[in-house]
């Protein structure tokens, strides 16, 4: 019984099949979408950035911090005098699933002959290092080099040929020094020629979008021909990160350069927040939030970020690592930090600690990518 029997039935039948594959593509095409930053954060069930802190004293830290020379003072906690050691021992746990155990020499193949930068502020610095030591740790009886010229940072395993960079940029807009002072520009990016010819790319910004007083970096702030001496830094983070949106759009081929966007990293300032007095911070917090969800919800910073990069042509990953971060009061320097006593730093976090399991997210995203692709 073949088509001459049932003309009519045929073309009906060619149609819903054609209709199904159809669907199917585009089924594909959206979870792959989704898992490269349009919103989601994983493959099928497994959600790896909602989830909860689970202590593992067998497998953590990652390395210890005596064996990493790349430490500054003001991530190294233990170095500091922190008599704890119990926030050195968590594992992120998420949903569904096993975060992948972080394998330095496998990151280092893969990256063979290529060079990764670090763009951002002193969180992105506090990454970078992190980075750095887990690769260290991997290989240590490979030569290394590191330097620093200018605001760039290079730590280089000739071995390998993988050159592993941190460039200091707090606003990814530029700040620059004019006859009235220093300006904040949110429309221009002239400092984004550097950032080209690399083969992957991990920005962030927020931090310093924050800082008022004596401790705000300009002395305007400027938008086509407007200029101010200040305005709703909200405001100013959506306009500096769309131009950044922007020259990403114009400047990177996904197929060369894999981009990622630091989530929000968040502070501990305000025990509020986590259901304690507001006077409480993270000083003598020894112990993660449980469970997996933060009291007091996303920073509103969190929503343009997402926002932002939904808008974007090229593909751009999020590395959402705020609430997880938020779980862990625990993880910031405090009094151990470069200011002794003297400071409470509920900002940066210890080394090694928090941002290594930023980095075996990064990881695990690269290796599900590939496997995706």
Not at 165 to 182: P, Q
Request: aromatic share 12%; glycine share 8%.
């Amino acid at each position: 019984m073949g088509c001459r029997t049932f003309q009519s039935f045929c073309p009906f039948a060619f149609a819903l099949l054609v209709t199904l594959l159809l669907y199917l593509l585009h089924k594909s095409n959206a979870r792959v979408e989704r898992w490269k930053g349009r919103g989601g954060s994983g493959l099928g069930t497994c959600d790896l950035f909602h989830g909860n802190w689970v202590y593992d004293d067998s497998h953590y830290p990652l390395y210890n911090t005596s064996s990493c020379p790349f430490i500054d003072e003001q991530f190294d906690c233990q170095k500091n005098g922190r008599p704890d050691r119990n926030y050195l021992n968590y594992r992120w746990k998420p949903k569904r699933c096993e975060l992948p155990r972080f394998d330095g020499r496998d990151l280092l193949k893969r990256f063979k002959g290529k060079r990764i930068l670090f763009v951002g502020d002193s969180l992105s610095l506090n990454q970078w290092q992190s980075l750095i030591c887990m690769l260290h740790v991997a290989v240590p009886q490979s030569k290394y080099n590191i330097e620093r010229i200018g605001n760039l940072s290079t730590f280089l395993l000739p071995e390998y040929g993988v050159s592993v960079m941190f460039s200091r940029n707090a606003f990814l807009v530029d700040l620059i020094e004019e006859d009235i002072g220093t300006v904040l520009k949110l429309d221009s990016i002239q400092n984004g020629n550097s950032w080209k010819g690399y083969d992957m790319i991990i920005f962030n910004t927020w931090h310093w979008w924050l800082h008022k007083g004596h401790s705000k970096p300009w002395n305007y702030v400027q938008e086509g021909a407007k200029v101010e001496e200040d305005m709703d830094r909200l405001i100013a983070f959506r306009m500096g990160l769309t131009t950044w949106s922007k020259w990403v759009d114009s400047n990177v081929d996904p197929k060369v350069t894999k981009v990622f966007f630091q989530g929000i990293s968040p502070a501990h300032y305000n025990g509020e927040e986590w259901n304690e007095a507001q006077s409480t911070s993270c000083k003598g917090q020894t112990e993660p939030l449980r469970g997996s969800r933060y009291p007091s919800g996303s920073p509103r910073p969190v929503v343009i970020v997402k926002e932002v990069l939904a808008n974007m042509s090229k593909s751009v990953t999020l590395l959402d690592v705020t609430t997880l971060s938020q779980l862990r009061k625990d993880g910031h320097p405090s009094s151990y930090g470069i200011d002794g006593e003297k400071g409470n730093d509920c900002s940066h976090w210890c080394l090694a600690g928090v941002p290594d399991t930023w980095n075996q997210l990064l990881y695990a995203m690269l290796v599900l990518q590939d496997k995706t692709n």
